[in-house]
């Protein structure tokens, strides 16, 4: 059974930190690339940040770089998005996804709400 499980959402307020963190099952992890997209209510849901399978190459939306930092532990199959200086707009729920590239299977995670509010 495969399973995307995000945690690390919550309330937080403007200029503070958050850690995400994605737990991967049931499928093979180490051979996918992961990325973090977000959604915002009334808009559609964008890309956040991609690692490759090997942790070696990451890239980023532009509005995050320099405050985001995605990374990945194959060892606990599991990414990470570090997030810096949250911003109000930051507001969205989270989303982790996989990708088998090799197969062309995509996973999605149930999400993780963010809120960035004084």
């Known amino acids: 059974q495969v399973q995307l499980v995000e945690s690390g959402g919550g309330l937080v307020q403007p200029g503070r930190s958050l850690r995400l963190s994605c737990a991967a099952s049931?499928?093979?992890?180490?051979?996918?690339?992961m990325s973090w997209y977000r959604q915002a209510p009334g808009k559609e849901r964008e890309l956040v940040a991609t690692?490759?399978?090997?942790?070696?190459?990451?890239n980023y939306a532009d509005s995050m770089k320099g405050r985001f930092t995605i990374s990945r532990d194959n060892a606990k199959n599991t990414v990470y998005l570090q997030m810096n200086s949250l911003k109000p707009e930051d507001t969205a729920v989270y989303y982790c996804?996989?990708?088998?590239?090799?197969?062309?299977?995509?996973?999605w995670g149930q999400g993780t709400q963010v809120t960035v509010s004084s």
């Open positions: 049931g499928f093979a992890f180490t051979n996918s690339a």
């Open positions: 996804k996989a990708v088998m590239t090799a197969f062309g299977i995509t996973y």
């Open positions: 690692i490759t399978s090997t942790g070696r190459s990451t």
